[in-house]
DNA sequence: CAGTTTGTTCATTTTTTCTTGAACGGAATG
DNA sequence: CATTCCGTTCAAGAAAAAATGAACAAACTG
C-alpha cells in the first residue's frame, strides 16, 4: 500500500517531457510582461516565449505538454500570434503536425501589431468622427461652436495617428 | 394604484443634473473606446471624453452625477488621469470642490502615457535582462550559444524601444 | 470646536476576460 | 473504408479586473 510516495510533484506524462529549464523561464516571463502591455493574454506571452528561446520549431503538443496549457489555448493562442505574423507555420518533412517559429523581426512584429490592432480602431474612429460631425452640426448654440472646435481637434488627433503608426514600425530595425 | 408610471427610467436625483446630450455621449463612446486599447478602465474614459467635451472644469460629483459612476471610481480615475498629465487641477474660486480640467495636448498626453505606463515596464525589463544574461553565461552547450544569441536580439530590441519611445511624442504637435 | 463637506481608501460584489476540456470535422494512414 | 491523428471550436468554469459603497481622514465652516 504504497503512500504518498511520487517523487515528482506533477508526473511528466513519463514521454521525453523536458521541464522548462532557468533561462527558459526567464525569457518566457519577458514575454508574458510584454503581451499584457499589449492587452493579450498570458497563455499568448508564454507560446511566443517558447517559441522565442526555441532552436527548432515546435508543433502544438510540445507546446501544450512543455507549457501546461490546454489545447485549446495554445490552438487560439497560435492563431492570433500568426494572425499578426509573430508566429510562422513552417513545413517538418515526414510528419503530419504543422510545426511553428517565431518571427523574430522586430519591424515584422510592429507592422503586424499595427495592422491587425491599431489600424481596425482607427477605422471605427474614422465613422465615429463622421457621425460625431453631424450630430454637432444640429446644435445652434454657443455651446455647438465648442463642441465643434473640440470635434476638429479629435479629427486632428485621429490624422496624426493614422501617419505616425506606419513611422514607428519603420523605426524599428 | 399606479401602476409604471414613472416618466423618467432612472429619476435623475432632482437636482440640476442634465442627462448626457448626444454628442457627449459619442465624445465619450470614442474615448472608452480609445482607453481600452491603452489598457485601461473604461470609467477612466468616461472621464476623460466628459471632461474633454466640457466647456468648463468641472467637480467630482458633477463627474459622478452625470456618467452615473461611484465616487470610488471617479476619484480613482481621476488620480489616474492626473498622474499622466491628461487631466489639470484648477482652481475655481468660492467652492471648496476642486475642479478638473480635460488636457488637450496630444503631445503632453503621449508623453505622459509612455513616461507613466511603458517607462516602468522598460525599467524592469532591463533588470530580466541582466539577469538572463547571467542564467545564460552558465549554459555550456551548444544550446548556451543560440540562448546568448536570442538574448543579445531581446537586447537589442529593448534598447531600440528605449530610444524610439521619446520620439514618438515628439512626432505629435 | 461641533458639524459639514470633500475626497480617498479598501473590502466586497459585479463584470469581463481567459482557460479548460469535451465534442467535432477533416485529413492522413494502413 | 475504418481508424487514428491533429487541430479547431465553443460552452462552462476559473481567474482577473473593475465598480461599488461604506468607512475614514482632512479641511473647511459658522
Redesign the interface.
Known amino acids: 500500500m504504497p503512500i504518498a510516495t511520487a517523487p515528482n510533484p506533477l508526473p511528466l506524462a513519463s514521454a521525453g517531457i523536458e521541464p522548462l529549464s532557468?533561462?527558459e523561464v526567464?525569457?518566457i516571463?519577458?514575454f508574458v510582461?510584454?503581451v499584457k502591455?499589449l492587452?493579450m493574454p498570458k497563455s499568448v506571452g508564454e507560446i511566443y516565449g517558447l517559441l522565442?528561446?526555441a532552436?527548432e520549431p515546435m508543433p502544438l503538443d510540445a507546446l501544450v505538454a512543455r507549457l501546461n496549457i490546454s489545447k485549446g489555448s495554445a490552438s487560439q493562442g497560435l492563431k492570433l500570434l500568426r494572425a499578426f505574423g509573430a508566429v510562422k507555420l513552417v513545413y517538418s518533412p515526414g510528419d503530419r503536425r504543422d510545426h511553428f517559429a517565431a518571427e523574430?523581426d522586430?519591424k515584422k512584429l510592429a507592422a503586424g501589431f499595427i495592422r491587425e490592432?491599431?489600424g481596425p480602431?482607427l477605422d471605427?474612429?474614422a465613422e465615429?468622427?463622421e457621425?460625431?460631425r453631424e450630430?454637432?452640426g444640429g446644435?445652434n448654440t454657443e455651446?455647438g461652436d465648442?463642441?465643434r472646435e473640440?470635434?476638429g481637434?479629435?479629427a486632428?488627433?485621429h490624422a496624426?495617428s493614422r501617419s505616425?503608426m506606419p513611422?514607428?514600425s519603420g523605426?524599428?530595425?
Open positions: 532557468e533561462v526567464e525569457v516571463g519577458v510582461n510584454a502591455i492587452g522565442f528561446i532552436p523574430t522586430l490592432e491599431i480602431h471605427s474612429g465615429r468622427l457621425r460625431l450630430l454637432s446644435v455651446q465648442f463642441f473640440r470635434i481637434k479629435l486632428h488627433w496624426r505616425v513611422l514607428i523605426m524599428l530595425d
